[in-house]
């Protein structure tokens, strides 16, 4: 979907896909993980080195999950110029391949334990983030201590557990594209 905005120079891309995922599925570890590898870090990531400094295609990207009681989104946006974008997406869905068929370094899966397990203090590091942590956890069913839980998760999960939830979560056929950009000249 192309929605015209006159007022950008470069286009600004959204790839979706909506997953069945539920915030209680222990694959949602696995898969925070597997995309702290891809986009979890910007400068420290697979689609910021294949899309930035490879190719000097986009000027951000990121990717996230969003995860709920009843399903979850994965999505990856990024903005380069217009004649771009189709360039960067083949590039994020051969990464996303990727992730399906080969395990991730040892050294990727490190900084990504790093990157994630650093998180845990800092949204601990307020009265209000504490207690907006605890809100969000009762309302997800979760337990209060779930950082402290998912920390011990992230140290134990391996290559092979990334790949094979990203094999079994992720289809890259099935990403819907929303660009916001300049209209067509």
Known sequence: MQVPDASRVQDKVTLAETLTLTRTNPDYYALQLGNHVLGGAFYATRLYRDLREKN??????????DVGLTRG????????????????????LNDLKEMQVKKVSENELRQAKVLLLRTIPLAESSFDYVGKGWLARAALGLPLDERIRAANIY???SAGD??????KWIRPADLVQITQGPPPQ
Do not use: H, M
């Not at 295609?57 to 990121?62: A, C, I, K, T």
């Not at 903005?79 to 997406?89: E, H, L």
């Not at 990334?162 to 094999?167: E, G, I, R």
């Open 56 to 65: 000097g295609l986009v000027y951000f990207v990121d990717s996230s999950f």
């Open 73 to 92: 989104i994965y999505q990856v946006e990024y903005a380069c110029d217009p004649p771009k974008v189709s360039q960067a997406r083949a590039i994020i």
């Open 155 to 157: 140290v134990k999960l």
């Open 162 to 167: 990334v790949k094979a939830v990203f094999a």
